[in-house]
């Protein structure tokens, strides 16, 4: 027989993570744009553990977002300011534009004067996400929002295409964290979400030490300072990665 799971967080009962996930209130609506094949992972997921921490998120699931009617509704609610995370040259980098005081801060402080902020984050691979953004032009016509990462990612169990790039869950948290910064939004238990990846990763390292469980590698993984960059990331690679113009 299967085991029993919680469909809630996805995990089995024996596992399960809702009892210790305490919800934080924000002012930022979130919602998460998760691939198909984000959405029937069991191993990681974290975008699925990010959600059940921020009671004013949502999760959209599809590959293409053109005629989705709820994101659709979000986007024509007057109420709301709708803005995608993703990085480009149009973007607005919440890490230095409050320091370099950018005129496009002050308009979205503006903006968020009698308006909510929404943010759609892809939650995929970045191949995926490209993807996803390229069959939803919807989404291209969003303004766009950025930061610049603290630290690269801490991801033991999956090497990320460039050191810029970080998980659903540490995205979020970088967020929150540029967001509470340029007072924006209160970030409450900001401790929470790198604790719910840390434990996350703790858990599959185990498993994988495991001889016993089917469906690990049983080797060590590297940390991502001992690990070489992907073939082939070039600056024209990256360019195409994170939609930047060409030098």
Same mark, same amino acid.
């Given at each position: 027989m299967s085991r029993e799971t919680c469909y809630r967080c996805f995990w089995p009962r024996t596992l399960c993570w809702c009892p210790s996930l305490v919800p934080m209130p924000t002012r930022?609506?979130?919602?998460?744009?998760m691939h198909p094949k984000e959405y029937k992972r069991e191993k990681a997921a974290t975008g699925r553990l990010t959600h059940l921490c921020l009671p004013h998120s949502r999760i959209f699931t599809g590959v293409g977002f053109e005629d989705h009617p709820e994101l659709r509704a979000l986007l024509a609610d007057p109420a709301l300011h709708p803005v995608l995370l993703f990085p480009g040259a149009n973007a607005?980098?919440? !890490?230095?534009?409050?320091?370099?005081?950018a005129p496009a801060l002050a308009e979205l402080r503006a903006r968020l004067a009698t308006r909510t902020l929404v943010v759609f984050i892809l939650d995929a691979t970045w191949?995926?996400?490209r993807k996803m953004l390229r069959l939803s032009p919807v989404l291209q016509a969003l303004?766009?929002?950025?930061?610049t990462p603290a630290a690269p990612s801490r991801y033991v169990i999956k090497q990320q295409p460039h050191p810029a790039c970080l998980s659903t869950l540490e995205a979020t948290h970088e967020l929150l964290n540029a967001l509470a910064a340029a007072g924006l939004d209160d970030y409450p238990l900001?401790?929470?979400?790198?604790?719910?990846? #840390?434990?996350?990763?703790?858990?599959?390292?185990?498993c994988a030490a495991d001889?016993?469980?089917?469906?690990?590698?049983?080797?060590?993984?590297?940390?991502?300072?001992?690990?070489?960059?992907?073939?082939?990331? !070039?600056?024209r690679r990256r360019r195409k990665l994170f #939609?930047?113009?060409?030098d």
């Open positions: 930022t609506r979130f919602v998460f744009l607005l980098n919440l !890490s230095t534009a409050a320091a370099a005081g191949a995926l996400g303004p766009r929002l950025m930061f900001p401790g929470q979400l790198p604790a719910v990846f #840390d434990r996350l990763q703790a858990f599959q390292l185990q001889p016993q469980r089917t469906g690990y590698r049983h080797r060590p993984y590297k940390t991502p300072a001992e690990r070489r960059p992907l073939a082939g990331r !070039s600056g #939609d930047l113009p060409a």
